[in-house]
DNA sequence: GCAATAAAATTGATTGACTCAATATTTTTA
DNA sequence: TAAAAATATTGAGTCAATCAATTTTATTGC
């Protein structure tokens, strides 16, 4: 994806951190940022933590890369926007998987509303890993 | 409810700690721990933010509370527990109310599953509340 | 290109939620 | 009611994340 490009519709500076971070980000999806760092900072040796948090926070803000915080986890972000897709999240691993909606606008009406105007709905659906699944059957055997 | 009756069961011990979160909890239903210190200690002088959290962790493990956890705040509790509720939170001001689900065993099912046993799925609709609704609208007068 | 200006990066301190671990107290058991 | 087990208290410590001052880099206008 050219983010050049998408950095320039939007007015935004154009810098080797912020590029670098969004490569990171499409190569390495559902990262947080202390590891986003530690890749950038292979490339950019003279990089700050805290430049990937403006980035991130930044892009965040602008709608170019998304924030999703599966409880027990630091904020992870990847760049696949504005599709609405939910996640799948290992209760043992922590591994985090994207899985569609059933339908296009799918879970916006709660059944009751209690008249707030609703924008989001954002579905975690926990459970376990296959291979999660495999270790736990290899500890029951050994009981 | 009765608490002393549900804490008994589990053979859990019987402190004056654990049951005065319990009936915060009832009375503040999505209350993070900080909130719950403030009111427990009210009730009891000596009492720590340990002992909140431990109980809390500890009651979250058993099944006795549920934990939520809303982007951008700190762990939420609740004593309503095993009805597979969902949540609506305000962007603005961070209100979240309950609200139930379409179907009984709802959202289950998503459309990929990457082989993960789904053993819950999480919904958070985001929106804007009544009140925030309102106040959004005098500023936008303003302009 | 180059200076002026604006934006971003670096650095170090700081916050805030939460945990760890040692000791003291309370609750349960028998 | 004494002994054992569980919980509470205290203080230190962790980790993600933010704030703010200064320096560096990128953009703009010439
Ligand atoms: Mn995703
Ligand atoms: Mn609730
Ligand atoms: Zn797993
Ligand atoms: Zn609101």
Partial sequence: MDYEQILKERNLSLTSVRL????ALEQHPHS??????K???KKIKTTSKQAIYNNLNMMVEHGIIR???PKGQPSLYE???GDNH???VCRSCQKVM?????SLAPCLSPKI?????IDEAEVTFWGTCPSCQKSKGDKNEQH
């Fill in 86 to 88: 939910h996640h799948i």
């Fill in 113 to 117: 509303s209690h008249g707030f105007v």
């Fill in 67 to 69: 924030e999703i915080k």
């Fill in 98 to 102: 994207d899985t569609d909606c059933h």
């Fill in 79 to 81: 760049t696949k926007v």
């Fill in 39 to 41: 890749i950038v900072h």
């Fill in 32 to 37: 947080e940022a202390g590891v986003l760092f």
């Fill in 20 to 23: 670098a971070v969004l490569e």
